[in-house]
């Protein structure tokens, strides 16, 4: 017997599930037929995919391995088809894109407005992650652009710079008449914040990694109570006066316009970050793929522009810049 498309397919569903009995019901195929499938499978391939017992199946060695290729194949023909279904006169099918609640309060509102107006017919998703799980997602296909603050230079990722974002210290409510929205007129140094107790986001977060390397240009130890990764609960406790916190500019705008946190900007040297729309490099981009691209671009120009998203747009966006990964600073 010939491994084909559809035996991927049933394996994929077998492993899924784990049980074939669920996964001949989710491709409704009579039980027995799936059994046989799977048998005439191993003996093609000459090895052992499943191992049964009382509760289920479970994939062995050989099977994990020809899981992650049987997965590669059914996304590269999936993207085949939906690049090229109804002479790709306009996008079609379904595109997930991975972006943090910081970048997502700024993008998500008009990519759902202008994808519904323009592609009637394009499944959009939008899922917010950390975006330290975003290399993983891409890599396991459950999502097909995302957006990250770090390059990684050996997740075969495609690395486009979008934003600059500033960097500011949060800290309790402003007292007196100042503007909302504004930050304070006095600036910190970052080597003075060893002596201000600070909640900052785990290890493991980018935007603490980003933090972390400004620390140590500055020769700095930051004297860190907790580790939070919740935003909305870092400015949360920072509006308490339960301590400061270190948060982009864009990510804090309407708390401080609505008093409930005050900002201050750090210098010497000044932490900025940098916000990446990144792909897989080693997959063709479908005409979904490319058309988000486009309308990603567009829209970070015009909410730039308009001073919707405060930051400096790295580069042109309609100038085309180098894929290779380098590490952020």
């Known amino acids: 017997m010939a491994i084909d498309v559809r035996s991927l397919r049933y394996f994929v569903a077998m492993v899924t599930t784990g049980s074939i009995s669920r996964a001949a019901t ?18 093609e391939l000459g090895v052992k995919l499943l191992e049964r017992s009382s509760r289920g199946v479970v994939a062995t060695s050989a099977g994990q391995r020809f899981l992650a290729h049987s997965r590669d194949v059914l996304e590269k023909l999936r993207f085949a ?34 994808v519904i107006r323009q592609w009637p017919r394009l499944h959009l998703q939008i899922v917010e992650t950390s975006t330290g799980h975003v290399p993983s997602q891409l890599v396991g296909r459950t999502i097909d652009l995302g957006m990250t603050f770090l390059r990684d230079k050996s997740s075969g990722l495609r690395y486009r710079g979008l934003v ?9 409510p402003p007292t007196g008449h100042r ?31 980003v933090i972390e390397r400004y620390a140590q240009q500055a020769q700095v130890r930051l004297n860190v109570l907790a580790d939070v990764d919740s935003i909305p609960q870092l400015i949360a406790i920072a509006g308490n006066g339960l301590g400061h916190t270190i948060l982009s500019y864009p990510s804090v705008v309407d708390a401080i316009t609505e008093r409930r946190v005050s900002a201050t900007r750090l210098v010497q040297p000044k932490p ?16 979904a793929m490319t058309a988000m691209e486009s309308l990603i671009l567009s829209t970070t120009q015009e909410l730039v522009d308009e001073g919707e998203w405060p930051g400096r747009l790295v580069s042109p966006l309609r100038q085309r810049t180098s894929t290779k990964a380098v590490d952020a600073r």
Do not use: W
């Open 26 to 43: 989710e491709l409704h195929i009579a039980q027995p037929a799936l059994s046989l499938h799977l048998k005439r499978m191993e003996a």
């Open 81 to 114: 088809c939906e690049d090229v279904r109804e002479g790709a006169s306009e996008p079609v099918g379904s595109i997930a894109i991975g972006m943090p609640q910081s970048i997502g309060m700024a993008l998500t509102p008009r990519l759902v407005r202008d």
């Open 179 to 209: 503007k909302t929205g504004a930050l304070e007129a006095r600036r910190i140094r970052f080597a003075d914040l060893a002596d201000i107790p600070l909640m900052l986001p785990s290890p493991q977060n980018s935007l603490r990694q």
């Open 272 to 287: 900025v970050r940098t916000v990446y729309l990144c792909r897989l490099e080693n997959i063709p981009a479908t005409s």
């Open 164 to 172: 600059e974002e500033e960097l500011v210290l949060i800290g309790p």
